[in-house]
């Protein structure tokens, strides 16, 4: 089964700072990687994913995630935060190759961008 | 626009009432509808998948008897919390693929439930 951590719960940062957060998986097989967006008050916005390919992804808002395969991570990163990026991220994997399976996401981690 | 629509958003119900919640696929055929809990400051815990026409699998602790799924289109599903007790409350959100490699995937908006 997968697992996903991530390992900061809540991270601080002032605006136009640099971001990254990082994301672990444990699965032994092929894995599809998610990143997802929790607003205040508002549902999940996918904010990229990684199927297969280039395993640099560009996302929205200026987001972007590194697959490192060997290190078993796809951390999100964007070079400099604003205010409005105020919200829970959520890191999510599933199996790659067995069809429609769910999503299994880590605790998420919150981000409180400060002027 | 939402390609996944979630109905109610909030609902607000006296203990041993069954509240249905409202899944549906907008523009894409759903295969498989996953329903998801959320407890506050917590990540989204898999409930059930369902796969439309057939029955809903339920992962450990899940007790299927309480959270009745049905998948009877492939836009629809349905979740009805039955006898609803105050420790059911939660913010339940379904999620709808489609496609075969994954590229449809996308979430409701979720509803938050509030049992007295």
């Known amino acids: 089964a997968q697992s996903v951590s991530q390992h900061n719960h809540h991270v601080i940062l002032s605006e136009a700072a640099s971001l990254e957060l990082g994301c672990n998986y444990s699965?032994?097989?092929?894995?599809?990687l998610f990143w997802y967006v929790q607003y205040p008050g508002q549902h999940l916005q996918l904010l990229l994913k990684?199927?297969?390919?280039?395993?640099l992804v560009k996302g929205i808002k200026g987001f972007e995630a590194e697959f490192i395969k060997s290190k078993f991570s796809f951390n999100l990163r964007k070079p400099s935060v604003q205010w409005s990026d105020t919200a829970e991220y959520f890191c999510?994997?599933?199996?790659?190759?067995?069809?429609?399976?769910?999503?299994?996401f880590g605790k998420g981690t919150r981000l409180s961008v400060i002027a | 626009g939402a390609v996944v629509s979630q109905h109610p958003s909030r609902v607000i119900c006296k203990s041993g009432t069954s509240v249905k919640i409202e899944c549906r696929s907008l523009d894409f055929q759903a295969t498989t509808m996953f329903w998801y809990r959320q407890f506050p400051k917590q990540s989204l815990m898999l409930m059930a998948t369902s796969n439309e026409g057939s029955k809903a699998t339920y992962e450990q602790g899940v007790e299927k008897d309480k959270f009745l799924i049905n998948h009877a289109s492939l836009t629809l599903s349905t979740l009805t919390v039955t006898s609803a007790h105050p420790e059911d409350s939660s913010f339940y959100i379904c999620?709808?693929?489609?496609?075969?490699?994954?590229?449809?995937?996308?979430f409701g908006s979720g509803t938050q439930l509030s049992v007295l």
């Open positions: 699965y032994g097989g092929t894995v599809n």
């Open positions: 999620s709808a693929a489609g496609g075969t490699g994954h590229e449809k995937l996308f």
């Open positions: 990684y199927f297969s390919g280039d395993p």
């Open positions: 999510a994997v599933n199996a790659g190759n067995s069809g429609n399976t769910p999503l299994v």
